[in-house]
């Protein structure tokens, strides 16, 4: 190597020393004044659209924290900031990134994935090394059942989605009993467990089971067990297949015209059945966990509905639910910040056990399992191109408006 | 199982409804089944892509749809512009292994389909799309049949596009070009046939095909980025049916294919629908080789 080169090298290295000195030095005057939480969310992929939603809540709410000035731990004052990594919806990737987040770039504190298989698969890493996760957006059962001791969620398990449509149809007839339910579920955990939940309420009424399909995931048919569904004349539908299976059901049970004194399914607002099917998926019921119009209210955002409008003002697009459980979920790590009163990982985690707090969200009360046991599910009804809240009545916006009458007579 | 079975024995009527709404599908499968019979005999590349060209075309149709274009303009719309694709990718990735070995081709058209996957998905989004043309449904015994009109469209125009395809391969001076090509490219290169063009326009002709069949799928159905493989196996299995060439075994293939899964779907529940196909697509592969030796024994 020549002089003159010897001599840019030795500079070069210098400025490089120089560069991580000043980084080391801002790193360590940041960490003093921010808490860093750790996401993996799906920003590729097939749960892009989720994905994007979760982080749109995560970001909504961490800057709305530090415009109040952050969180108080003990006597110091902290900002909030997320480090995101794309998990590119695969469960695999997720967990990879769960264990680089935690070792590479140290956060002790994880906000959970879009979707209860990421959940599944980011829980064991999370577990092993004792930090902390909330999660907004697995809502498995299953994931409650393994005795996690670090895993915590702000919404309302699966088993529990659908139950209101089987009350609901129970509080209608007047012999439970003899009522007929047809049950079409995607053979995935998600599905399966809303399945669960169905069929252990409808056993609690007597209500006999005629139909219960499972839907392949590559499955955009369903004509077959919609045809069955006319001949066995149940009364009650319930059809749970995410964004695919609502919008093929509501679709092919128009093309078919197909009769049901009552429909209720899962993701049907999420996939914009009411703006896109228009008339056809008028009357259907939809299982969500939130709704603007709901009446729960705290002091970071105020209302459900401010916390719509501020959602919409700031991403141009109406809030989805997807979103604003995942701002609760940063809620739910602030108040267990200050409750806990350090950044001991084992502290904050014995505080997030016992969360139990109000939030524009709903009740968020943590039970031992770590999900969240305060807040209903509820049901929407498409009513004139709107989703309406109907179910629980406490809520409730509108009238029910059932039965769904007759094809010929809409 | 076995009470499904009776039902549909004992209500004809509902299990008319079953075999048609399964005939009808099975004509969208036939018609991209064309364009993988196409590429498969002229090109001899087993087209792995061939289900995320159809989702491509749907993203392309609904896409002219919302931006105001009328139905019946949005599938030709789509097959052009998956023409272009079609002409595009074959001068891009597909002229690379047209003579490579068959492990290659395959590989390559998988690697294509994860690409076009993640494209539409960046593009398009992930959510469900399906448009309603309104059309409504046609309906007959006391309403036991119910029949969407646009399937019947779709049905119509599927036939029709089998009937142009074949005439296009015996009349056309370029069809002709595409079947010398398919017997023998070598004899047709030297008797003055560009058969790199002829590739090109038959990879094209394919991913028109597709956008017609993925038009009619959003019409008709729904779609979202990931529904591409279904349509790859069934295109496939009623390929390996009829045979190279044969559009007749093509359409045959395809509307009992679509009929006896539906059947499948209502007698063995929705959960064994596309085991069934995978089964069934076990079965004729057997058969087909079973029988193959024993042409060969004959021959030698």
Not at chain 1, 78 to 102: F, M, N, W
Not at chain 2, 203 to 213: D, F, M, R, V
Request: proline share 3%; net charge neutral.
């Amino acid at each position: 190597m020549s002089h003159t080169g010897n001599v840019v090298m030795k500079k070069l290295g210098l400025l490089a020393f120089a560069v991580c000195v000043g980084w080391a030095v801002s790193a360590s005057a940041d960490e003093a004044v921010s808490i860093r939480l750790g996401a993996a969310v799906s920003l590729s992929g097939k749960y892009s659209s989720n994905g994007v939603y979760t982080r749109n809540g995560y970001d909504l709410a961490v800057a709305r924290i530090n415009e109040r000035g952050g969180v108080k731990v003990g006597d110091k004052t902290y900002k909030l900031e997320v480090v995101y990594y794309d998990d590119e919806s695969t469960p695999a990737r997720g967990a990879q990134l769960a264990e680089r987040l935690i070792q590479q770039d140290g956060v002790k504190f994880l906000l959970g994935p879009y979707s209860s298989g990421l959940t599944e698969a980011m829980a064991p890493v999370t577990e092993k090394y004792g930090v902390p996760m909330v999660e907004a957006n697995g809502a498995a059962v299953s994931l409650f059942q393994k005795g996690y001791k670090y895993l915590f969620a702000v919404l309302t398990t699966t088993d529990q989605y659908l139950k209101g449509a089987v009350e609901v149809a129970a509080a209608r007839s007047a012999d439970p009993s003899k009522l007929k339910v047809a049950m079409a579920f995607e053979n995935d955990p998600f599905s399966q467990d809303v399945r669960a939940g169905v069929t252990a309420d409808a056993k609690r009424f007597g209500m006999k089971i005629v139909i219960d399909d499972k839907l392949p995931p590559d499955l955009n048919d369903m004509s077959a067990t919609l045809t069955k569904v006319k001949l066995l004349k149940p009364d009650l539908l319930i059809v749970s297949g995410h964004e695919k299976g609502a919008a093929t059901a509501v679709r092919q049970m128009a093309d078919q015209r197909v009769n049901v004194p009552m429909v209720a399914m899962t993701h049907c607002d999420s996939a914009r059945i009411a703006e896109t099917l228009g008339k056809s998926a008028e009357y259907v019921l939809c299982a969500a966990q939130w709704a603007p119009s709901l009446s729960y209210s705290d002091d970071l955002f105020g209302s459900a509905s401010d916390y719509a409008a501020l959602y919409e003002k700031t991403y141009n697009e109406t809030a989805p639910y997807q979103a604003a459980e995942s701002s609760a979920a940063v809620q739910v790590f602030a108040d267990a910040f200050t409750r806990a009163g350090t950044l001991d990982p084992k502290a904050v985690r014995d505080a997030l056990a016992t969360t139990d707090i109000q939030s524009f969200y709903g009740p968020v009360r943590i039970d031992e399992t770590g999900k969240n046991a305060g807040k209903p599910t509820i049901l929407f009804q498409v009513q004139d191109g709107k989703y309406v809240v109907v179910y629980p009545e406490k809520w409730a916006e509108a009238k029910l408006r059932a039965p769904i009458p007759t094809w010929d007579k809409r | 199982m076995v009470d499904n079975f009776l039902l549909l024995v004992q209500n004809p009527n509902f299990a008319l409804d079953v075999v048609l709404n399964g005939l009808l599908a099975g004509a969208i499968f036939a018609l991209a089944a064309y364009g993988m019979s196409l590429v498969w005999g002229v090109l001899n590349i087993v087209n792995i892509v061939q289900g995320e060209l159809v989702v491509l075309g749907g993203y392309i149709a609904y896409a002219a749809l919302s931006h105001g274009v009328p139905a019946y303009a949005a599938l030709p719309v789509s097959a052009l512009a998956m023409f272009a694709i079609g002409w595009g990718l074959y001068y891009t990735v597909i002229f690379r292994v047209v003579d490579k070995d068959l492990f290659i081709s395959i590989l390559a058209t998988f690697g294509l389909s994860i690409v076009i996957q993640q494209l539409t998905n960046t593009i398009f989004g992930s959510d469900v799309r399906s448009f309603d043309t309104g059309l409504g449904s046609f309906y007959m015994l006391d309403g036991a049949v119910t029949v969407a009109w646009i399937k019947v469209i779709a049905f119509v125009l599927a036939m029709v596009s089998g009937g142009v395809l074949w005439l296009f391969l015996r009349h056309a001076r370029l069809g002709q070009a595409i079947r010398a090509t398919a017997q023998n490219p070598r004899a047709a290169h030297i008797l003055g046939i560009n058969t790199d063009r002829v590739y090109a326009m038959t990879y094209g002709l394919n991913g028109a095909l597709c956008g017609a069949a993925g038009s009619l799928a959003v019409m008709a159905w729904t779609i979202h980025p990931y529904i591409g493989l279904p349509y790859t196996v069934r295109s496939f299995m009623i390929v390996v049916v009829a045979g190279l060439g044969n559009v007749g075994g093509v359409v045959v293939a395809g509307l009992s294919l679509g009929a006896l899964e539906n059947v499948a779907g209502f007698v063995l529940g929705a959960e064994y629908q596309i085991a069934f196909v995978f089964t069934l697509m076990v079965l004729i592969l057997v058969w087909r080789n079973w029988r193959a030796a024993r042409r060969r024994t004959y021959l030698s």
